[in-house]
């Protein structure tokens, strides 16, 4: 019967995901030694970028602070009151970017625009400080007379590839995202926001340059309950990497990075490292590489680079499904979305996706698709075939095809969230953080999928158990949790850290 032959491909093409403790073992030996690699040199396959930022925070920390985020199509101002109690009240505003202004000519209508969308956030949530501004200005004395404790210090997060020289100088070395102004390209973009900040002699210092995982390692450690700092921030969202505390002695590439050793604040004996991990074994010694994923990178935007974040990520787990979809679609021994009457008398079956079908197109399957049938525990998998009908249109799928994509989607985001544990164990066992403290090791995580897939970190934890170093025992002191506002909150508290080391 065709359900057999359906359900066994399926466990086929599921197989074909399968990264087994051994493969999870081989992958973390790999991973430690890029990690390595990375700290030694400028250039390696993970980055490794210093982030300057030297201390983690306690949940102690007070005050009132600035953030702003220039992701892709939106930009964020907000105001964060740090309470010192692991607790912070935040006030935030977004305005799209205008699309003429992601292409201008001159850097300065970019940044001019953000400075003006700070101004009006601090004439509407904070009048005082604004009050007090216009009244000095009115007297001439400027910027310059602000009171030190009246201004703010900013931080601002900028999701874009920097070289980072300092807490607050890293000058852009390309756009993304559909931005492109040839004038920013190896400028520091804090000293071009400074610059129009002050055109209009707002009390606001940007005090730091944040990258999105630092913040969410910085958020995860102030809210987070345990006596130590967070260990490890981890975006697993449209793309993946992690930002971990390392220890400076080990971060030898800085001695050869041209700094000059006073502007390195050695008083904690740590900094933070941003991983960059997407791109851990570009060159593919140990990842999977099945022949949907060799599809997937020869046909993508950027071939052989972020290979890791390529079988980890939201952008790309949805491609990875559909392309295994297609496959047994394709295959005319395969009965996956076909129409049973007209396939009687007929060896090609009739499919039942419409032609212009998303699952056609590169891309067509959003990751959430992972997240809804992982989740689907209604009779018949009828959620799974509604969506199947609606959104990606297959009319009048069977209980038997929803459940063999079910059963690969499944393949697809366990092999995503095994991969996702040896970087995390990668982290944990190079640092040593099992063994150096008696207690909790804590990671924060943010992203779409580790939020909303379900069992993800069920997963991780599966796998983190079966890495010989860390094992059950240490697997429970392995403590994960949401780190939200990172962008936010995380960024006050950079700024926060900056102030300190000046
Ligand atoms: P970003 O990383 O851009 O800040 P998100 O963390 O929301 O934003 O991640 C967006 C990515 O997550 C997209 O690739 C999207 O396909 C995927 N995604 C969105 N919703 C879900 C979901 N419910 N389950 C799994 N992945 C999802």
Request: negative net charge.
């Amino acid at each position: 019967p065709r359900s057999m032959g359906l359900a066994s491909a399926a466990e086929r093409v599921a197989a074909e995901f399968e990264y087994s403790k051994e493969d999870v073992n081989r992958g973390v030996q790999a991973f430690i030694e890029q990690m390595d690699e990375g700290l030694g040199k400028v250039g390696a396959t993970m980055s490794q970028i210093p982030t300057y930022v030297t201390a983690v925070p306690n949940g102690t920390e007070k005050g009132l602070y600035m953030a702003v985020d220039l992701g892709g199509t939106n930009f964020r101002v907000c105001s964060i009151q740090l309470h010192g109690n692991s607790t912070f009240s935040l006030t935030q505003s977004k305005v799209a970017i205008p699309k003429d202004l992601m292409v201008a000519k001159t850097s300065h209508e970019l940044f001019s625009f953000l400075a003006k969308q700070i101004e009006l956030f601090l004439k509407t949530h904070h009048g005082e400080h604004y009050q007090s501004h216009t009244e000095r200005k009115a007297s001439m004395i400027g910027l310059g007379g602000y009171k030190d404790e009246e201004i703010f210090s900013l931080g601002f997060t900028f999701s874009f590839p920097v070289q980072q020289y300092g807490i607050n100088k890293g000058t852009l070395i390309r756009w993304t995202k559909g931005f492109d102004i040839h004038d920013t390209v190896g400028k520091d973009v804090c000293a071009l926001l400074q610059k129009e900040i002050d055109a209009l002699s707002l009390p606001v210092r940007v005090a730091a340059l944040v990258n999105d995982t630092v913040g969410t390692l910085m958020a995860r450690s102030y809210t987070s309950p345990g006596k130590t700092g967070t260990l490890l921030g981890a975006i697993f969202g449209t793309g993946t990497n992690g930002a971990y505390v390392e220890k400076l002695g080990k971060v030898t590439k800085l001695k050869n990075m041209g700094k000059e050793a006073g502007e390195i604040d050695e008083s904690t004996g740590e900094m933070i490292v941003n991983t960059e991990w997407g791109s851990f074994d570009n060159h593919m010694s140990v990842l999977p590489d099945t022949p949907y994923d060799k599809d997937l990178d020869r046909e993508s935007v950027n071939p052989g680079i972020q290979m890791f974040e390529k079988r980890v990520s939201g952008m790309f787990l949805g491609e990875i499904l559909r392309r295994a979809i297609i496959a047994l679609v394709n295959d005319p021994s395969v009965p996956l979305f076909s129409d049973e009457d007209s396939s009687r008398n007929d060896v090609h079956s009739t499919t039942i996706i419409h032609p212009s079908s998303p699952l056609y197109q590169q891309w067509g399957l959003d990751t959430s698709f992972l997240s809804i049938t992982s989740g689907d525990s209604s009779s018949g998998l009828k959620v799974t075939r509604q969506t199947l009908d609606v959104d990606y249109g297959v009319s009048a799928a069977s209980a038997e095809d929803a459940e063999a994509v079910r059963l690969i989607a499944a393949a697809v985001g366990k092999r995503a969230a095994r991969l996702s544990a040896v970087a995390i164990a990668a982290v944990v066992i190079s640092t040593d953080s099992l063994a150096r403290t008696g207690d909790d090791v804590d990671i924060g995580v943010d992203g779409s999928l580790v939020e909303f897939y379900p069992n993800f970190e069920d997963y991780i934890r599966e796998a983190l158990r079966d890495i010989p170093q860390i094992g059950p025992q240490g697997e429970k002191r392995i403590r994960i949790g949401i780190a939200k506002d990172g962008s936010g909150v995380g960024a006050a508290l950079i700024a926060l850290v900056a102030d300190k080391a000046m």
